[in-house]
């Protein structure tokens, strides 16, 4: 796990030194700068050491002190800055997961079930538009539709102007909503289908002939014994998708004006802002990281026959 | 013989729409068994057994599925019940074993708690009554150390054990009728003699009929008093089963036993199976369906489904239009392990 942070880390460095746009002291001195304040500026933030002590210093900071360096757009401190958009990122990965995961299960048990009836053909119909969607068109059509400045039918208030849950629970619910419901559809969608199909699967198994035949009402069936075996898979797929998430919605976060970490990556790219870049990049790979352990325990407690081997 | 039967089964017909047409799988069976009895349904793969004893739960039910004729259980008429009225049925009134335990048994539960799950849909227990029960019945199926073994998962089991947790599993509402389908095709021939030994035992201390659906005459001869021998979703011969043994009647019968090795052969002999393949469920030609396959099939044979006939005492029928005389010389040269044209010129059929 340190060994993958560690190369996740060099190659980010690497990436940033071989891309020819990025001389930082360049874009830090402004236009109309001589190349001996270029070259000052350079001096002054470390830019002119080889690659790999640059990279050993960077490292030396982030074990000893747990300092991921100041970003050299704002000069504060990166972990500063990451750490405040933490917490909108995660509201918003959080509610977006939990609305897909209930909804996507719900929709997959429900056209499995009644698998080739009208109800389901329609609900994968929806599935299939939500998987096509992009996010972005998604979310504009959403804005345009329910957001309380622009909107035609107003009902999201706030839908545009992301609150801290500290500040007022309630408008940091209805500012979130949109989002969440945009962010969750093309998951919910996925979710369902992969459901369905798990689903008929199992329901197809010898013990589920055999919890029939002791006599069990066709719910308990479906539910105790068939969603408890479909659902095993999606689980891995859900950790996966929440730790990716936990890194930054980008395009969620765009769209909707939230200040999450992803929006800090993408700006922090576009100023070739180093130090932000590699520890939004770590951050990343740390929840991705995280999501495989936690996946793993979990599909260990989920399926017992994992435990033995 | 004064009572009316447990299980009376009278021409069943269950047939499946599928897309390469109608599925005839069960094509007017009748059966009927009493308290405390063993029937023994002997077939090959195909021919409408596994099916029979399905439909009797309920469990082939779909809107692509055909199903008529009468069951009666204990004067009920199983398929006429709804599926509310069969869920009571299940497991309580009939109870059915299967042919792979692994796959029977739901990989991430415990074994005790499919089994108190089993308990709790029949009876208003506590959960720690269930347990005990359970507890006591795998105990009673011979599994050792039944209370540490109660929370066990099913793949900490061998495969004879895990029979016999489904056996317990069945037995935990004390059902009157217990149907075994193919309950040891998938273990040891050592382990498959313990579980026909438990089924035995338990069908006396429990006073239960069975119904073993097998492909395997060894099974029904250990443990059937009668037997029905169906092929091509009808039943071809039926009798008690010591009256089958020595005095079969339909030559499918007589290819069945003579495909099984016996212990007291030569160690030369060569086991005999039955020329050809079991028909197709699909489009079953108009005649006999095993005519195709048989060595004394002649034109009357490929005009209109024979029926069963009496053919010998204790209401032996044998569904077959050869000539009974013909038949029994027929019978006397397969014993002596003739060759199919010896077989023919004994019973003097033409070619």
Redesign the interface.
């Known amino acids: 796990m340190i060994v993958l942070l560690f190369l996740v880390c060099f190659v980010t460095f690497l990436v940033f030194y071989v891309f020819p746009s990025a001389d930082p002291a360049q874009l830090r001195a402004g236009r109309h700068a001589s190349p001996a304040q270029v070259e000052q500026i350079r001096q002054r933030m470390g830019l002119d050491k080889p690659l790999l002590v640059q990279f050993w210093d960077y490292l030396k900071g982030i074990v000893t002190r747990a300092d991921f360096g100041y970003s050299y757009v704002s000069e504060q401190p990166v972990s500063k800055l990451v750490l405040d958009r933490l917490p909108a990122t995660i509201s918003l990965a959080v509610g977006g997961a939990l609305l897909w995961l209930i909804s996507g299960v719900a929709i997959g048990i429900v056209s499995a079930v009644r698998r080739h009836s009208k109800l389901d053909r329609f609900l994968m119909g929806l599935a299939l538009i939500g998987i096509s969607a992009p996010v972005y068109w998604l979310g504009l059509v959403a804005l345009y539709l329910f957001a309380s400045d622009i909107g035609m039918l107003p009902i999201a208030s706030g839908s545009n102007t992301y609150q801290p849950i500290t500040s007022s629970p309630s408008s940091w619910f209805n500012s979130l909503l949109l989002p969440w419901i945009v962010l969750a559809i093309s998951f919910a969608a996925f979710y369902s289908r992969l459901l369905r199909s798990n689903l008929i699967e199992v329901m197809g198994?010898?013990?589920i002939?055999?919890?029939?035949?002791?006599?069990?009402?066709?719910r308990r069936v479906v539910l105790h014994?068939g969603v408890?075996?479909a659902i095993t898979p999606i689980v891995t797929v859900f950790g996966l998708d929440l730790g990716v998430l936990l890194g930054g919605a980008l395009l969620t976060e765009i769209v909707f004006n939230i200040p999450g970490v992803g929006r800090l990556a993408y700006d922090s790219i576009l100023r070739a802002d180093l130090p932000m870049i590699q520890a939004t990049v770590l951050l990343g790979a740390l929840f991705i990281i995280v999501a495989n352990l936690v996946v793993d325990v979990a599909y260990a407690f989920?399926?017992?026959?994992v435990r033995?081997e | 013989m004064s009572t009316s039967p447990l299980l009376d089964v009278r021409d069943l017909k269950v047939s499946f729409r599928t897309d390469d047409g109608l599925v005839e799988a069960v094509d007017g069976i009748s059966y009927s068994l009493e308290q405390g009895r063993t029937l023994g349904i002997v077939g090959e793969s195909g021919s409408g057994k596994t099916v029979s004893g399905l439909t009797l739960l309920g469990l082939t039910g779909s809107r692509r599925t055909e199903i008529s004729g009468e069951a009666l259980f204990d004067g009920t008429d199983l398929l006429a019940l709804d599926e509310q009225q069969l869920r009571k049925v299940r497991g309580q009134g009939i109870a059915m074993i299967f042919q792979d335990p692994l796959s029977s048994l739901h990989p991430f539960y415990r074994v005790g708690a499919q089994i108190i799950e089993a308990i709790r849909a029949h009876q208003k227990v506590s959960k720690s009554a269930a347990r005990a029960r359970a507890i006591e019945l795998l105990g009673m199926v011979g599994i050792p150390d039944p209370a540490g073994r109660v929370d066990a998962f099913p793949h900490e089991f061998s495969g004879g054990m895990r029979q016999r947790a489904m056996i317990a599993m069945a037995l935990s509402n004390e059902p009157r009728l217990l149907i075994a389908d193919e309950p040891t095709t998938a273990l040891d021939v050592t382990v498959q003699a313990q579980i026909l030994e438990l089924l035995d035992r338990l069908q006396q201390q429990l006073g239960m009929a069975m119904i073993i659906i097998t492909h395997d005459l060894g099974v029904v001869a250990e443990t059937a008093d009668q037997v029905a021998v169906m092929y091509g979703g009808r039943i071809i011969e039926q009798a008690e089963s010591r009256e089958l043994f020595d005095n079969p009647q339909h030559p499918y019968t007589w290819g069945l036993l003579r495909s099984v090795p016996r212990i007291d052969g030569g160690s030369g002999e060569r086991l005999r199976p039955i020329p050809g393949r079991p028909p197709s469920l699909i489009g079953l030609p108009e005649g006999c369906a095993f005519a195709p396959r048989c060595v004394l099939a002649n034109d009357a044979c490929l005009h209109g489904r024979p029926r069963l006939e009496s053919a010998g005492p204790d209401s032996h029928t044998a569904a077959c239009v050869v000539g009974l005389d013909q038949r029994a010389k027929a019978w006397q040269a397969t014993q002596q392990d003739l060759d199919d044209s010896a077989i023919k010129t004994a019973a003097g059929v033409s070619k």
Do not use: C, I, N, V
């Not at chain 1, 989920?302 to 026959?305: C, E, I």
């Open positions: 198994e010898d013990y002939r055999t919890a029939r035949a002791k006599g069990l009402s066709e014994h408890r075996s989920l399926d017992p026959r033995f």
